[in-house]
């Protein structure tokens, strides 16, 4: 009876997450964060200063004339001295032609959740900060170990070749980063997980056990690959890849899937992937500080 009692507590809880996580999302899409909407970037941007600074985050804005700003959040570590960088983007692309449904209204249909950047990227982007959220509110097993410092570069202009990014990265001044994910991270067709981990050292090993621990739970295949992810633009013109994540450790891993169809019409995330990818990013965090 106890038994059943928790599994349906856990379904509960994953109920309510994906609830929170497609409010805030259809909320960001609705909104059309797109290059000729400059209103939408501004307020999903807003949102995003208002809630990581309500969760401790020192939050900078970077402002160029008419060029989207960047946000440079830091959050400093709760125990010891690692960091983890993340990297994201608060712009979508156009919408184009070719789509079934209204790009700019989130819906769900057989189990996927359709959207202009629900896969790139505002959905992982959303996933991530609502995770945090959860963590530094309600507090779980990360209480006993303490968070790693966070720092958070999110740019406004990525769908737009990241010309501002292109600019101010080198400048910036940052933490010493332990490890930086990448916005999102891919399941191939048959469910299995493709994680994507370059340079990780050894001290850094058990984030992969931890991370296919997971995947394993819920019967799924992982393959790791020792490359960056794929980007329509090329690594060289990616500002993260090129003058955020350099030389230093660098992991991938997040909900799209190999039907996510990302600058495509009836772009969508499978709501199959959510409560996965919500688990290894928390239990990524709680790692890091542990790595010797």
Known sequence: MRHGRGRGLEADASTARQSRWLDLVSSWVTAR???????GRALVREELVGRLERLGFSVRVHANGDAAPVLVAERPPETGARWVGLFAHYDVEEAGDGWSRDPFAVSVVDGRVFGRGVGDNLGPLSMRLLALEEVIDAGNDLASSGLPGLVWVIQGEEEIGSPWAHMLFPKLDL??????????????????????ARRLPARLAPLLHR????????GRGMRVLDRYLNKAFGENRCPC??????EAPYLAIGTNDTRTRIHAPDESLPLATFELGWAQFVALLHEVPRCA
């Open 211 to 218: 991370v296919e621990t997971l995947a394993r739970a819920e």
């Open 175 to 196: 933490p010493a980063v332990d490890l930086w994910l990448e916005e999102t991270g891919y399941f191939e067709e048959d469910g299995t997980q493709r994680i994507l």
């Open 33 to 39: 964060p797109t290059a000729s909407h400059p209103a």
């Open 241 to 246: 890849l090129t003058h955020l994540v350099r």
